[in-house]
């Protein structure tokens, strides 16, 4: 149970309790996401206070007691009447390193305090219900890919893939939806516009299924020159992905696809990391980046993302999702190699 490892956990670290501000940490360990502030207390007895916008549902939800959310003072107060300790030192509290500086001021600077990540270092590895929502995720998100209609602007595009994936039951795309053709697909990152689509077309997408995300990126070629690149990328997204296993460091996955990319001439044009994780959140740990000090674990789920963008010209990347087994599999299936 969630609940027990979390507490353990809090014991090795000496600390008396935890407060949980991050929705998403809040959803995984009570099973409610919240909409508005919601504040989880972990201890002995754990308590959920949600605010009156959420609170109904909150109630039908949540598989700990859920109180009603007043203020940072009331909880101030409540936090010194239950949490173990003497006077105005109730023990160590551990909070979140996402805290802000206004709440940590309004709340914590009467009580002694432990940044700490417990609960992302538990969502890390996913357990077989969690891979299932993904899997959901992934699903829709395919699914939403089929009978598009290419001859339109890349607004237009993005929108029919959102209708799609909220038909099919995703209460919103997981991130913003990214459709980049022609030049303007040597942003990684870039807004899609009303510009009419041309090739090449990277298209980033992603639904929800039950709280949880998929992230997939396609580029959708047809001159030569894009299949020369395309091809690199290719190339070392396949490398890196048949190097994933457990006990692998996370920043060789990134440095085989690196080196494939660096060896046609393109390092300098491979401008991101090589993945990262996907769960409650699109982005999260751990990442495949030569800055990662982390080792990849069973039950993990990574994208492995390799690009190439030549800045004026064309960019595109290929991003499918990974477990990480004994035999690493992939969790995506939509056709990597697409011709307009």
Not at 128 to 141: Q, Y
Not at 276 to 300: A, F
Request: proline share 4%; charged share 30%.
């Amino acid at each position: 149970m969630k609940i027990d490892e979390i507490l353990q956990k809090m014991n090795q670290d000496e600390l008396g309790s935890l407060i949980i501000l991050k929705p998403e940490n809040i959803a995984y360990v009570t099973g409610f996401k919240p909409s508005s502030i919601s504040v989880l207390i972990l201890k002995e007895d754990p308590l959920l206070l949600s605010s009156k916008l959420d609170l109904e549902e909150a109630r039908q939800k949540s598989q700990i007691p859920v109180g009603e959310f007043k203020s940072l003072d009331e909880l101030k107060k409540t936090l010194k009447k239950t949490i173990p300790g003497n006077g105005t030192n109730p023990g160590k509290i551990g909070v979140e390193h996402s805290m802000t500086v206004g709440t940590y001021h309004k709340l914590c600077e009467d009580f002694q305090i432990k940044i700490t990540d417990i609960i992302e270092s538990l969502r890390v590895v996913k357990s077989p219900k969690e891979i299932r929502k993904i899997k959901g995720a992934i699903r829709i998100a395919e699914d939403s890919f089929k009978d598009l209609d290419f001859s339109v602007s890349e607004d237009n595009l993005a929108a029919q893939l959102e209708y799609n994936m909220r038909s099919a039951g995703s209460p919103r795309p997981s991130f913003e939806t990214i459709v980049a053709s022609g030049p303007r697909s040597s942003l990684p990152h870039a807004t899609t516009t009303s510009r009419r689509l041309e090739s090449p077309i990277m298209i980033d997408w992603g639904a929800l299924y039950q709280d949880y995300a998929s992230d997939m990126t396609r580029t959708i070629i047809e001159k030569e020159e894009e299949e020369k690149i395309f091809s690199i990328i290719l190339e070392a997204q396949q490398k890196a992905i048949d190097a994933i296993k457990p006990g692998v460091n996370a920043s060789h996955i990134d440095k085989v696809a690196r080196n494939v990319i660096e060896e046609y001439g393109y390092g300098d044009n491979f401008i991101h990391s090589t993945g990262h994780g996907v769960g409650l959140e699109v982005h999260e740990k751990p990442s495949l980046s030569y800055r990662s000090d982390e080792k990849l674990e069973k039950g993990m789920v990574v994208t492995v993302e390799p690009g190439i963008y030549i800045e004026g010209k064309f960019g595109m990347r290929i991003e499918d999702m990974v477990l990480v087994t004994n035999h690493r599999k992939v969790l995506t299936s939509k056709a990597r190699k697409i011709f307009a």
